[in-house]
């Protein structure tokens, strides 16, 4: 699927009454990144989810296998319930923002990418409370 195939579905699909929100939107599992390297910010999102972690760029990308199968390859789903959630999250402010460094933001990269869960970010988030 194209960026704006995935951009348009995740717009209808929130202004339709059909639509149900993801629980763990309203559980506050959406963390927005905003990475700090010298003065240019950037924007990273992770999904905080039980078992494992996503990486997500809102409509572009997410890396769960339903994401990567059924968007990208098969090109059968506009969009992952992830990407939903994000969308729905960030529409409805129901979500947690933490700045980091860009050594930071590596870290968090590197241990979802490879572990399937950030332990730093998860740390940074208890301690914020």
């Known amino acids: 699927m194209s960026y704006r195939t995935t951009r348009l579905a995740l717009e209808k699909s929130l202004t339709s009454p059909t639509t149900t929100i993801p629980p763990e939107v309203y559980e506050y599992r959406y963390v927005k990144l905003k990475i700090r ?72 990269i590197s241990e979802v990418l490879n572990k399937g869960f950030t332990v730093f970010l998860r740390r940074k988030l208890v301690a914020r409370k």
Request: charged share 20%; with cysteine.
């Open 37 to 108: 390297a010298d003065s240019v910010v950037s924007e990273l999102w992770v999904y905080i989810g039980r078992e494992r972690d996503y990486l997500l760029i809102p409509g572009l990308y997410c890396n769960c296998k339903v994401f990567t199968l059924k968007t990208i390859i098969n090109k059968t789903e506009t969009h992952c319930k992830h990407q939903l959630g994000v969308y729905a999250a960030i529409a409805m402010q129901k979500y947690v923002e933490v700045e980091l460094s860009i050594d930071e933001a590596y870290t968090v």
